[in-house]
């Protein structure tokens, strides 16, 4: 009988998250399928960080599909966005489909919302998604919240994508923690004021299955690039 | 389904031909296991109009149902055999036939099920293909023998009663000994990553000459393994 030597199938698949430096921290990139959570204050660079994995997708030819919860129409984002070198708007439309959740999150059921994100899923068929930011469906929604995600990530997952959800958090607070425990990983944006500056860093905190790097990692968020862990360059 | 599925389609469909029966090999990316496998569905179901069986066991049979209701590909020829579904809880709702087996661990009771399925869900006699999604996921319940020995029981009982076309759908980067247990076995061999998909379905979506490297067009009619 053959054995099956590396690669043997049964390891975990992985996509590149397109930050530079990330990935080596993470085994090469984030799991296929996932969940995985970005989190952190205002204007830390979530939303930087979830242009940068559609991004990358597309150039290596994945589909992307982008839920926004903020009523925000494509040309306002995409006037903010393409101030990166990293954004091609034509990849908008195509590779990267944009969904607006943002009118339809106000008094909505869980199952009704959860049914039409399955709706736009089944029709992009994306191995990208990318929830901007979740944290306002839950102040916003009726119904079980937490039932909502769990549902939300299991069946993610199922649909064959990795999805990056962003999460708001008020200063002092690390991660939305009614989300924490159903999602495949954590990663944190912070800031600290060093010396009279707002430095900028991440931290992988959890990445299941994935002997991932500990420590906050400074970053720098550039035109070119978006974010970069500054370490790599080291 | 965008024009670059359909293309690639219709390119499926020009290589499989009009008189292919037996395991087929599909070189896909795992990442694109779920869009090619209903491109290759809609291809089986509605072009060249068979019946068929779809086994799931990477995710439960409610999302390929979903996807099939969502890009119109109707589900009156296909049965589903769902190894999965039992085992992870969902709670998502559909509407098809569907058989359940326990769990993914005892893929050796797979071919029993499908000879077990009565004529009302299944008649293998007019199996025009079965496929399953997908072979790599049974490898975190199973060790590579088990699932090699399957691949083999699989394909013999699919193949034992008709011309059905067993499509497999492997990732010959991530899974090279599972692709060469599938090549083993196959008739044909189709290139479906993404540089293939890219000359195949370009030229305005018309189908070109596909690339085929056929293994052996006449060893598995004879019999041979």
Partial sequence: MTTCSVPSGNEIIRISSGIPGLDPMIEGGFPFPAVIMVAGTAGVGKTTFALKYLSEGARRGEQGLYFTTLSEPTQWMLRYASQFKFIDPEMFGDKIIYSDLGAMIRDIEPADLLNIMEEKIAEVMPQRIVIDPISVIGSMMRGNYRAFLFDMANRLKNWNATTVVTGEVLPGELYPSDLGYAVDGIILLLMAEEEGARRKYLEVLKMRGTDHMTGKQSIDINRNDGIVVLKSRF | ?225
């Fill in chain 2, 1 to 225: 389904m965008n024009e670059q599925d359909e293309s690639l389609m219709r390119y499926i469909v020009a290589s499989l031909g009009e008189n292919t029966s037996g395991p087929v090999l599909f070189d896909v990316n795992s990442t694109q296991f779920v869009r090619v496998n209903l491109v290759i569905l809609k291809g089986l179901l509605l072009e060249k109009k068979l019946n068929g069986l779809f086994i799931s066991v990477d995710r439960p049979h409610q999302y390929m149902v979903h996807l099939m209701r969502m890009h119109q590909i109707g589900l009156e020829r296909l049965m589903f055999l769902d190894a999965i579904g039992r085992f992870s809880a969902d709670n998502k709702i559909c509407n098809a036939g569907a058989s359940f087996v326990d769990a993914p661990f005892h893929i050796d009771t797979l071919p029993a099920a499908i000879n077990s399925m009565g004529d009302d869900k299944l008649n293998l006699n007019s199996c025009g293909f079965a496929m399953i999604d997908n072979l790599a996921a049974m490898l975190p319940y199973n060790s590579f023998g088990s699932v090699q020995a399957f691949l083999k029981m699989f394909v013999e009982v699919m193949t034992s009663r008709g011309n059905t076309i067993v499509p497999l759908v492997v990732d010959s980067e991530r899974c090279g000994p599972l692709y060469q247990a599938a090549k083993s076995l196959a008739v044909k061999e189709i290139d479906c990553r993404g540089e293939a998909i890219a000359r195949a379905t370009s030229n305005s979506g018309a189908t070109r000459a596909v690339e085929i490297r056929k293994i052996s067009e006449t060893r598995f009619a004879a019999g041979g393994r």
